[in-house]
């Protein structure tokens, strides 16, 4: 099947980009500048041209504290950019695979987050998102709403690549311990991605709409960074002895996060059997691949 993914550079663009012919797909991709999800008649042009059999979109705007200064941009890439591709998709009789993420809620809940949870976004950027979502439900039929949460890709910059970087230069380590979400490898990502775009090729029709889709441990920031360094330490030696455990209070960020973004991925599991690996398989295999 032929899918077409925008925002090809980013994380999970990447590992589309790169698993989709092994799972036999053919991906045409659009990095951001030969497809600028903004350009409403690019979007048109592009999905026209290729009549895709779907479109996965990976484009967005993720840079959570910079969005609250830019909040045009934002609300453009992550609004917009969906809008156009959900119209031209529903022009073309396409359907399209959009993602979204654990940033539409506010944190406050102490179980996890189902598809039919309110949202109620603290931030630009999960505003912007959560507008996305709702710009692709009023467009287009044929869509799926994939969110998922605190992604880490080979490729790109993410949360374990700062980490090991920091315990190879620092001996002391202070992490925020009082935010809980379920850490997404973003190779575990896109092979669920292809899973979803296969079954709709195969003629599974009564699967649109939201779902919940990450990892399968929920865990602290700090939990998660102490788990990354154990690994690490079996591989090359670290510099970094004493992991700290901190509030958020004592690390202030310009925009809010949810302090509690677990989600529940029951729907994908029952509807497409699609479950994501705990924690440590994912980055044992997020260690193997950045050796190789
Ligand atoms: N990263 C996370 O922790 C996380 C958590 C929850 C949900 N998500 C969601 O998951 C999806 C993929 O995230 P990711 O981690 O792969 O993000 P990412 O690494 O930041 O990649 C996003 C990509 O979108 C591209 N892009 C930006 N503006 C664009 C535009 N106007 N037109 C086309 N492409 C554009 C970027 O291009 P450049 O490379 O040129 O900047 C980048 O390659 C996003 O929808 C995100 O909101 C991510």
Not at 149 to 170: A, D
Not at 227 to 253: C, G, M, Q, W, Y
Not at 265 to 285: N, T
Request: charged content about 20%.
């Amino acid at each position: 099947m032929k899918i077409l993914v925008t925002g090809i550079n980013g994380q999970v663009g990447w590992e589309l980009l790169r698993k989709g012919p092994l799972h036999g797909c053919r991906i045409i991709s659009f990095d951001r500048n030969a497809l600028d999800i903004t350009d409403s008649q690019a979007v048109s042009r592009e999905i026209q041209n290729n009549s895709p059999d779907l479109v996965i979109n990976c484009g967005a705007y993720t840079a959570v504290d910079k969005a609250e200064a830019e909040t045009e941009k934002c609300w453009s890439v992550n609004r917009d950019g969906p809008a156009w591709l959900a119209a031209s998709c529903a022009r073309e009789h396409i359907p399209l695979i959009h993602l979204s993420t654990d940033y539409v809620f506010n944190g406050q809940a102490s179980k996890p987050y189902t598809e039919t949870s309110p949202t109620d976004p603290l931030g630009i950027y999960g505003r912007s998102k959560a507008a996305g979502e709702q710009e692709v439900r009023a467009r287009l039929e044929r869509h799926l709403i994939i969110r998922t949460s605190w992604v880490y890709g080979i490729h790109g910059h993410n949360f374990v690549k700062t980490i090991l970087r920091l315990g190879q230069e620092k001996e002391e380590l202070k992490v925020v311990a009082d935010q809980w979400g379920c850490p997404t490898f973003a190779g575990d990502l896109a092979l669920a991605l292809l899973t979803m775009a296969k079954e709709i090729h195969a003629g599974q029709s009564n699967c649109w709409g939201t779902y919940h889709c990450c990892g399968a441990t929920a865990v602290s920031w700090h939990e998660f960074a102490t788990l990354i360094l154990d690994l690490a330490r079996k591989i090359h030696p670290v510099k970094v002895r004493n992991i700290i455990a901190i509030t958020s209070e004592e690390f202030p960020t310009i925009a809010p996060r949810p302090k509690y973004s677990v989600l529940d991925c029951q729907k994908v599991y029952s509807v497409f059997g699609i479950q994501l690996p705990d924690l440590f398989s994912s980055l044992e295999a997020f260690f193997a691949e950045q050796e190789k």
